[in-house]
């Protein structure tokens, strides 16, 4: 077994114990936890079980179970950057609607 087998489960851990205070803090929905929980117990899973990115690598026509994480990886990183995107815009909406209110 290797050692980031070992590690990654644990900082998934710890990771989760912090989305679950932060939402009981009232700093994150539900949604939100569920989200990232999900994401960490599905990396955890494939850093515990390498086997299981193999087989979703075969499934998607990917190569390796590698190059399939990385995938997964790339495409949850582009969501997010494109809702970030799409939050900063309605923001930027809404300010140039006060400050033109204000004016």
Known sequence: MYLYALIFPVIAL???IWF???YLKGKNSFFTVLLWSLFWIVFSLFAIFPEISMTFARIFG???GLDFIIILVFVILVYTVLKLYFIVDNMQNNLNKVVKEIA
């Open 62 to 64: 990917v190569t390796s």
């Open 14 to 16: 710890i990771a989760i």
């Open 20 to 22: 679950i205070t932060r």
